[in-house]
């Protein structure tokens, strides 16, 4: 009897493991909003790591965090470190691409809590009498990742996020 219930307890195990390594190898997280402000005026919020406090709710994590801006004022080559409590964890980003008042791209490396290389986009475009704000995450699905996503969804935690910041560009534009 105990022998059986092992035996049907590794095949278990082995499906669960199995169908986790069938899962897709890339991820992507997108939000949208549209916000009745011009996209010069949401442009400059995104484009400036020392303005991210207005808006990020990342930024709320912790806050004695410890933020490093580095390279470039604003736009490309404009560098943003942080290290904090287990929330915030620690990264760095760089914005790699950036089109006025159209397009922002970044490059996100996490090293805490747990190791991760990915790219956002921040992408403006006209919609009627506003600009609709994309914000947009990708990268690379680990096995564990993959394992972790049979049982949490990853784009309902970080979508949280992303729609909490983008209505907080909204309040931060539309006054």
């Known amino acids: ?25 890339d991820f992507v997280v997108t939000r949208s909003t549209t916000i009745k402000a011009p996209a010069e005026a949401i442009f ?15 930024e709320k994590l912790d806050p004695e965090m410890q933020r490093t801006l580095s390279g470039a004022d604003s736009g490309k080559g404009a560098a943003y470190a942080w290290e904090g409590n287990s929330k915030a964890g620690k990264g760095r980003m760089e ?61 309902s935690l970080i979508g949280k996020e992303f729609e909490a910041g983008l209505d907080n560009l909204k309040r931060a534009t539309e006054r």
Do not use: C, H, Q
């Open 44 to 58: 400059p919020l995104i484009n400036d790591f020392k303005r991210w406090p207005e808006w990020s709710p990342f």
């Open 1 to 25: 009897m105990l022998t059986t219930i092992l035996i049907v307890l590794v095949l278990i195990i082995a499906a669960v493991l199995v169908y986790a390594a069938t899962r897709p190898n």
């Open 95 to 155: 914005i790699t691409g950036s089109v006025l008042s159209s397009r922002v791209a970044l490059k996100l490396d996490f090293e805490k809590p747990f190791r991760a290389n990915n790219s956002v986009d921040f992408s403006l475009s006209p919609s009627g009498d506003g600009t609709t704000v994309t914000w947009a995450m990708r990268g690379a699905r680990p096995f564990i990742a993959k394992l972790m996503g049979l049982f949490m969804d990853f784009d």
